[in-house]
């Protein structure tokens, strides 16, 4: 069965530095997004990428991030100055099309540790 | 403002036991999703419900839709210890707009 993968599933790096996290959505999917969740918190979202661009994103998605699709496959999402608070699992999600109801499909998570 | 409640936020229960979640809001839906979650791993979805009223079955679990698209359970029935773990409940609209998640029910049985 197809599915969300991303890359890598625990990330460190030290406060101030940039971070690419990889996602590979499901191959028919047409919608993308990523979400994140601080430890004990419940998931929250980031942003929402169709057609090459960005469809909607939330306040947590300041001109510190960017998501980019730079091929047929690959979704990223970079921070280009981390800070401490940015430390947490970060999940891609998939769907496939503009059907009624909104499936998502999600991958196992990026841990990102800041220190 | 939480959108959506999911309550209790634990339960620990004996295997073979019944147990209901809930997942209430004052928001109407266009459909809504019940995830679980096991630690350091993503959400896996579950079911989805679209329809008031909607009842789905998986297995031991009977996922119920609200009449007015506002709320929902999940009912397990004789739980066994494999269904521990996170379950969340998250609501969306039509399109592609963003899910709205709960903060979960974590489950534990007990052998």
């Known amino acids: 069965e197809p599915e969300v993968t991303q890359t890598p599933s625990h990330q460190v790096t030290q406060m101030g530095q940039e971070v690419i996290l990889r996602c590979v959505p499901i191959s028919n999917h047409l919608y993308f997004y990523w979400y994140r969740q601080i430890l004990g918190q419940k998931v929250e979202f980031l942003v929402s990428f169709y057609n090459n661009e960005i469809s909607e994103k939330s306040e947590i998605f300041d001109d510190q991030f960017s998501v980019e699709r730079p091929d047929g496959s690959n979704f990223t999402l970079k921070i280009r100055s981390t800070k401490l608070e940015d430390s947490a699992m970060y999940f891609c999600?998939?769907?496939?099309?503009?059907?009624?109801?909104?499936?998502?499909?999600f991958g196992p998570g990026t841990r990102l540790t800041v220190l | 403002t939480q959108l959506l409640e999911q309550s209790p936020q634990f339960l620990s229960i004996q295997e073979g036991e019944n147990l209901t979640v809930y997942c209430n809001s004052s928001?109407?839906?266009?459909?809504l999703q019940w995830y679980r979650q096991e630690p350091g791993e993503g959400p896996v979805l579950l079911v989805t419900?679209?329809?008031?009223?909607e009842v789905k079955k998986l297995k031991r679990l009977t996922f119920q839709f609200g009449d007015a698209r506002k709320d929902s359970s999940l009912h397990i029935t004789a739980a066994q210890p494999g269904d521990t773990g996170l379950y969340l409940c998250?609501?969306?609209?039509?399109?592609?707009?963003?899910?709205?998640f709960g903060k979960g029910t974590r489950l534990s049985v007990i052998a």
């Open positions: 999600a998939s769907k496939r099309g503009t059907s009624g109801y909104n499936e998502q499909f």
């Open positions: 928001s109407v839906f266009s459909s």
């Open positions: 419900v679209v329809t008031g009223g």
């Open positions: 998250a609501g969306g609209w039509s399109g592609n707009t963003p899910l709205v």
